[in-house]
C-alpha cells in the first residue's frame, strides 16, 4: 500500500536531539517553571479521577487562558501543543483546492502542515532584512486569493518583528484568513491580539512551551472570533486534551509574575548575546524572540556547527534552508550557556 500521491516528496519536520552539555537549538525556556507550580501540578494531579474522562469543552482552561487577554472563553480554542492549533485550522479552513499564503523563510510547519491537508501552498518571499514586502504581499493574494495567509512574528527561524502597519496592511489586502503565529509573542515588544474581534478574519496562535517554560506539556491556543473557534471544535478530535495538561495549564496562568519576569530576564540576556555577537566574525540578525540568528562570515555554517558540536553546545543549522545559506540559530539559555556558546563560537571562528 502506497501513501498518497502529494505525500511520497514531503519530509517530515525534524530538530536533532544530540546529548550535550549545552542544547540551544529548539528554542526551549532556559529554567524549570516555578517550584510551587510544579507542588501545586503534583497536588493536583493525585485528585483526577484517571476512570473519567477529561472535560471535552476544556472549559476552565479556556476561561483562564481567556482571563490572560481578556477577551470571552469563547474566543479560546485549546490543543496539543499549536501545532495542533495550526493543524486544526488547517483541516478546518484549507484542504483540497483551496490555497494557503506564507512568506519565507519563515516557519516550515506552516507549508508542511498546509500539503498534508491537501491544499496548495502559495510562498512569497520576505524583502530585505527578512521583513514583510508589501508590494509582494499584494501581489501573492491578489493572484492566488489564499483562504489562509500566515505571518509569524516574531518570525523563526530570523527573529524579525513584523511591524502593526504591515501586518494590518496583510489584514486589509486579504480575503481569507489571516493567521499570526505569535509563538514567540510575549518576547516581542507589540502583539496582533488587538486585530481580533468578531467582526475580523484574524487569528492569533499561542503556545505555553516557551515563556511559560512547558515544553514538556505541549500545550498551545489560539485567540480567533468565536464564530472561527466554533468551526474547529467541530474539526478537533474528541477528549483531545487530556485532564493533567488542562490542570497545568490553569495553574500556570495563575504565575503570570513569574512568567513575565522570566520573559524580562531572557530579553535581557538576548540583548547583551547580541552585543557580544556583533564583536565576533558574524552577521547578526535583530531579534525579538527568544533566539537570535546569525550567519558566520569567513567560515561555512555548517562547518561552525559542527565546530560548536564538538565543543558540547549544539545550536540549530539553518543553512540548507531556502535564503539562510550559512545561518545558525541560538536559543538564549541560561547566563553560564550563552557564555559557554560564545567562548566555543569564538573558539571556532578563530
Known amino acids: 500500500m502506497t501513501v498518497r500521491e502529494d505525500l511520497s516528496a514531503l519530509e517530515g519536520y525534524h530538530s536533532p536531539q544530540v546529548d550535550v552539555l549545552v542544547r540551544l537549538n529548539t528554542n526551549e525556556a532556559p529554567d524549570q517553571p516555578p517550584s510551587a507550580f510544579r507542588d501545586e501540578l503534583a497536588a493536583a494531579i493525585a485528585q483526577i479521577s484517571w476512570n473519567r474522562y477529561p472535560d471535552r469543552s476544556a472549559t476552565e482552561l479556556r476561561a483562564a487562558i481567556a482571563s ?5 472563553p469563547s474566543m479560546i480554542f485549546v490543543a496539543n501543543g499549536s501545532n495542533e492549533v495550526l493543524q486544526t485550522i488547517l483541516l478546518t479552513y484549507a484542504g483540497p483546492g483551496r490555497t494557503v499564503a506564507t512568506f519565507e523563510p519563515t516557519y516550515q510547519l506552516h507549508g508542511h502542515i498546509a500539503r498534508l491537508t491537501g491544499a496548495r501552498v502559495v510562498e512569497g518571499e520576505r524583502g530585505d532584512g527578512f521583513v514583510l514586502d508589501l ?4 501581489r501573492v493574494t491578489t493572484q492566488a486569493q489564499p483562504e489562509v495567509t500566515f505571518l ?15 501586518v494590518r496592511a496583510v489584514v486589509d489586502q486579504s480575503s481569507g484568513l489571516v493567521v499570526v503565529d505569535e509563538a514567540y509573542g510575549q518576547f516581542s515588544s507589540w502583539s496582533a491580539l488587538s486585530m481580533v474581534d468578531e467582526s475580523s478574519s484574524v487569528a492569533v496562535v499561542r503556545t505555553f512551551s516557551k515563556t511559560w517554560s512547558m515544553a514538556a506539556a505541549r500545550l498551545g491556543y489560539v485567540v480567533a472570533p468565536s ?8 474539526v478537533v478530535l474528541p477528549y483531545h486534551l487530556d485532564a493533567v495538561k488542562q490542570i497545568a495549564g490553569v495553574l500556570a496562568v495563575r504565575h503570570l509574575k513569574e512568567m513575565n519576569e522570566r520573559v524580562a530576564r531572557i530579553v535581557a540576556e538576548r540583548d547583551s548575546l547580541v552585543a557580544d555577537l556583533t564583536a565576533l566574525d558574524v ?20 562547518t561552525v556547527w559542527q565546530g560548536l558540536l564538538d565543543r558540547g553546545v549544539l545550536v540549530r543549522d539553518c543553512s540548507g534552508w531556502p535564503r539562510l545559506a550559512n545561518c545558525l540559530r541560538v536559543t538564549i539559555g541560561t547566563p553560564d550557556e550563552n557564555r559557554t556558546f560564545l567562548r566555543s563560537l569564538e573558539e571556532v571562528l578563530s
Open 283 to 302: 552577521d547578526v540578525y535583530p531579534s525579538g524572540a527568544n533566539f537570535v540568528l546569525f550567519r558566520p562570515r569567513s567560515k561555512p555554517g555548517r
Open 227 to 234: 464564530w472561527m473557534v466554533a468551526e474547529l471544535d467541530k
Open 152 to 166: 509569524c512574528s516574531p518570525n523563526n527561524p530570523t527573529g524579525v518583528v513584523d511591524s502593526e502597519a504591515d
Open 135 to 138: 508590494d509582494e504581499v499584494r
Open 68 to 72: 490572560l487577554h481578556d477577551v470571552d
